[in-house]
């Protein structure tokens, strides 16, 4: 794939115990995406998203509102390297 790219996200708000992870996992595989989502220490949700750029920015756009309990109250967003291609997306302990 020619324009695929990889993000790394650190997703602020209240994203953690309110079914992140696995509603952005679902997301993300919808959409046709490679990488990993995991809770960080700190609160925050950290992900690596992997693909074509336009489907990294509509993720990044349903992000912001997560499942009905989580409240985002922002994403940093920072180049990063890929996962291998046929990686699928899943989740990674914290």
Known sequence: MADRVARRWLISGRVQGVGYRAWMQARALEAGLE????????????????????????????????PGPARVDGIEDHAAEPVPQGSGFGTRPG
Do not use: H, I
């Open 35 to 66: 990488g990993w989502v995991r809770n960080l220490e700190d609160g925050r949700v950290e992900a690596l998203v992997c693909g074509a750029a336009a489907s990294l920015a509509g993720l990044r756009r349903t992000c912001l509102s997560g």
